[in-house]
């Protein structure tokens, strides 16, 4: 497996992420938060286009970033889980954003001496962009959770609804372990410890239970997706694909 | 009845050196809230390196009332401005 | 974006002569206008009207666009509407604020927007049938508003004024990026052309309405003028766009839907053919082909969120306890 298909891994997971967050855009519960989760979309899917344009670069074969972004189907899609997940509602969004900053932060800290200098710089940037996502849902996660009746229980049915996509995070596919191996990487395993951290003082401010998750679902990095991807794709991909060739 | 989430004013100060400077407002429950919230809708645009935030509540104003008589007095008392005072040219800048 | 010719101000208003005549004194010194200052009751409800509406306009604004985002055909493009977007959101938190400074809270005004009693710029109940759609909004709609909003950093009102400026500011990028989308439809394929000559002949004419009606009709709009709300008319606003408009749509190749557009040298303008009122008025009245669908998809997602505002206020109440308890 080649270096450059971990670079996709990670890639799919911040577009995928964006996508999903940015279909918020002017159906926020607060106009304040219309400007918040765009602001979120933008660092993922800005991430996205410099792994993207990175992994092409290194697969030699010409494709550019919105080749591989458009190009592509559910299948060839390496994404965990966590990230495709559907919005659902704000207690869902907030939850799922703050599982995958928790897990970003300290995996971009670590990313900051990688042997490869685009992802050193990626590495600068998107860790303090995950440093603010894990603060503006870990708030709202913590209102939620001590809010009203009806908050906590939707908080609570995100919590049941999402930790089973947690520990997906934490593998690494044959292309990461490559990756791993030549210092492009960390090993993703290791920031366990930092993850937990985050979560177990947030829950215990928003007065939610660690859950425990008796088997953690799993299959993204190949390719074995849950059926909501398939739809966000074809509508992602439907006027690119539709003009074969065409610039924009 | 609808429940009315509070205002706050934001300050932002553009660099340092400089003061904070009032650039609008936002709409939050608490004061967590509302320093996000000022940083997501005031700075997206590289406008500053510090925010504050001020619940418009707290925000004692002067009354509009008694203009004429906090600030019309000062108007007369042109000495306290360095043109009052006539100095010599040769003596130089002053 | 987005501000229409006022509609349906009010302008009356009772207070003495002598009251008046000092109220217009100060604004023909071009002084401004502060929130806590006394004012013509007539002033203040013209005001709320008209930041009310520009701000519902900027908030539905959102909506058209917004159709795209998911299915934006690059990731460049993407993150630029998607910033577009944002801003429009943006203006609609100043604008609404520059109205609370007037005693209206945003929940009051967000109330008159989904029960119909408030309007908004006619222009977003139409629908974005195409992803030139969004190129055509941002190099028309955003130009024609650009025309109408930088005169309105100048309006007497303070607050206003002032979150026009920033607006303006922000707003720079949005009618260049929708020249540039449309640059890159008109000089690519063939299929792309058609989608952007079609995207022109539906938006062309509802872009020249955003303007009002003609001066002749619009009423209140005499005194919103003597008051400094508004520093042009109607139609010289309307004139001023088309002239511009018309060599950029000429560099791209596209023709104007409207076969009487001509250059008249006496005037130093272009002539444009009739604007169809009916139809500008059925929908600013709420019978635009979008109408329903966007103060449902406003109402469905102030209505959902009303969960996480209260989780909010209730959770600030514990903090306030807490705090208090620990003191």
Redesign the interface.
């Known amino acids: 497996m080649a270096v450059w298909e971990a670079l996709i891994e990670l890639a799919d997971d911040h ?1 995928v992420l964006g ?1 999903r967050v ?2 918020w ?8 938060e ?3 989760m ?2 979120m ?2 660092d993922m ?2 991430t ?2 410099t792994l ?1 344009c990175r992994a092409g670069e290194l697969e030699g074969k010409g494709r550019d ?2 080749a591989i ?2 190009l592509r189907n559910e299948r060839e899609y390496r994404n965990c889980l966590l990230v495709e997940r559907p919005n659902e ?2 207690a869902h969004t907030m939850l799922r954003q703050l599982y995958f900053a928790a897990f970003m932060k300290p995996f971009w800290d670590a990313a900051l001496v990688s042997s490869d200098e685009v992802v050193r710089g990626v590495a600068g940037k998107a860790g303090k962009e995950m440093a ?1 996502h894990i ?2 849902a870990g ?1 709202w996660v ?3 959770g ?3 009746e ?2 906590a229980r ?1 908080m609570r049915e995100a919590v049941d609804a999402l930790s089973i996509y947690v520990d997906e995070l934490f593998d690494s596919s044959d292309a990461a372990q490559d990756a791993e191996a030549a210092g492009v990487l960390p090993k993703r395993s290791e920031m366990r410890a930092a993850f937990d951290k985050v979560i177990e003082d947030v829950f215990a401010e928003a007065l939610l239970e660690l859950p425990e998750v008796p088997f953690g679902q799993r299959g993204g990095r190949s390719g074995q997706h849950g059926e909501g991807l398939g739809h ?1 794709l074809a ?2 991909q ?3 694909r539709a ?1 074969p ?4 | 009845m609808v429940q009315t ?1 509070p205002l706050w004013e934001v300050f932002i100060r553009p660099r340092n050196g400089l003061s904070h400077k009032h650039v609008g407002s ?4 608490d004061e ?2 509302a320093l ?2 000022a ?3 005031y700075t ?1 645009r590289g406008e500053g390196n510090s925010i504050w935030v001020v619940r418009s509540a707290d925000i004692h104003a002067s009354d509009p009332d008694q203009a004429a008589e906090n600030f019309e007095p000062t108007a007369d008392k042109i000495y306290r401005h360095p043109t009052f005072y006539e100095i010599p040219e040769e003596v130089g800048h002053m | 974006m987005y501000s229409q010719g006022l509609i349906g101000a009010d302008g009356r208003t009772t207070e003495s002569e002598e009251f008046l005549a000092r109220f217009q004194a100060r604004i023909d010194a071009e002084e401004k206008i502060e929130p806590t200052d006394a004012m013509p009751e007539g002033y203040r409800r013209t005001l709320v009207r008209q930041i009310g509406q520009h701000a519902h306009s900027e ?1 539905v604004g ?2 058209p666009e ?1 159709n795209w ?11 630029a509407l ?2 577009k ?2 801003d429009e ?2 203006h ?2 100043y604008l ?1 604020c520059a109205a609370e400074t007037l005693g209206v809270s ?1 929940e009051e005004m967000t109330e008159e927007l989904l029960s119909g009693k408030a309007k908004y710029s006619s222009i977003f109940n139409y629908p974005t049938l195409s ?1 030139a759609d969004i190129g055509i909004i941002g190099w028309l709609v955003d130009g024609a508003a650009i025309m109408n909003q930088i005169p309105l950093c100048r309006c007497s009102f303070g607050p206003y004024a002032r979150a026009m400026i920033r607006v303006c500011k922000e707003e720079s990028f949005h009618q260049r990026q929708g020249y540039e ?1 449309c640059m ?1 439809l008109a000089f ?2 063939p ?2 052309k058609a989608m952007v000559q079609d995207a022109l002949n539906r938006w062309w004419w509802p872009s020249i309405m955003m303007f009002g009606p003609h001066d002749a009709d619009s009423q209140h709009s005499d005194q919103s003028m003597a008051w400094k709300i508004k520093r042009f008319s109607n139609d010289e606003l309307r004139q001023k766009f088309i002239d511009a408009t018309v060599p950029q749509a000429e560099y791209l190749g596209l023709t104007l839907p409207d076969p009487d557009l001509k250059w008249n040298e006496e005037k130093g303008g272009y002539d444009h053919g009739p604007i169809d009122w009916s139809e500008f008025w059925r929908v600013v009245k709420g019978q635009g082909p979008m109408a329903r669908d966007r103060i449902k ?1 406003r109402k ?2 102030w209505d ?9 206020l ?2 600030a109440e ?1 903090r306030r306890a807490r705090k208090m308890a620990a003191e």
């Open positions: 577009l996508h940015s279909e855009c002017g159906h926020a519960p607060m106009l304040e219309d400007l918040a765009p602001n979309a933008l899917i800005g996205s286009r993207y970033e919105d972004a458009y509602d704000f603010y603060r503006h708030e913590i209102r939620l001590d809010g009203t009806e908050s939707r966000m509508e992602m439907s006027l690119h003009h060739g065409a610039t924009w | 989430t936002i709409h939050a429950a967590v809230l996000q919230a940083r997501d809708v997206r | 908030i959102m909506l917004g985002i998911t299915r934006a055909p690059s990731l460049r493009r993407k993150a998607l910033a977007v944002q959101g943006g609609g938190l609404y945003r992803w989308l890159s690519g394929t299929e792309q998809a469905k997602a959902d969120g009303a969960w996480v505002r209260e989780a909010a209730a959770h514990k």
